[in-house]
């Protein structure tokens, strides 16, 4: 079977987790969330609250421009230790999106995966946005506990932090169209029409056929 990896990078409340995980379900392939996660966890014997707190931030004190050596297949990230660090972690998930990406046909969510990859062949690259509005409602129905008008504020929190996170391992803006494949407002097509375009784009670009797979 082909192997493809597609990689999903999202504005807090478009919905993006929602299209991979429908995606992944529809093509009958893995997702790769929160999971890599628990697979750090798995092999190092670490707190998984621990590497929480440092999954997805950046430490705006550093300087930028430690990307090219995690990508140098000759080396290996350092190992984790007891003080976990998002340098660390950066680290170490990547090496586990490569070795996923070519074992198998996955959908991996946000952590520059789409950098992380940039190399491997078959692999597509989304980001998923929305207009504000409406991703404020959405974001309200994941975020009950905060005021309306609190929301809006977490949700531009959420997607700085995610900002910072990708130009820090990536020298690049997170929200440029040409860091990816196919850009998708969630909002005009609803998820299973983002999931269908997604299958189409993987038919014109990766050379997918879904009626074999």
Known sequence: MQKVAITIARQYGSGGSVVGRMLAEQLGIDYYDKELLSMVCGERGIDEKELEKADEKARPSLLFGLAKNVYDSEKSPRDLDEAVTSEKLFHYQAKLIKAVASEESC????????????????????????????????????????????????????????????????????????????????????????VDTIVHQMELCLGWDSCKE
């Open 107 to 194: 959908v991996i969510i946000g952590r520059c995966a789409d950098f992380v990859l940039k190399d491997f062949p078959n692999v597509l690259r989304v980001f998923i946005h929305a207009p504000e509005d409406k991703r404020v409602e959405r974001a309200w129905s994941i975020r009950s506990d905060l005021h309306l008008k609190d929301v809006s504020k977490y949700m531009e929190k959420v997607d700085r932090r995610r900002g910072s996170y990708y130009k820090y391992y990536t020298g690049q803006i997170w929200t440029d169209a040409r860091n990816y494949d196919l850009c998708i407002d969630s909002s005009k097509l609803g998820y299973q029409g983002c």
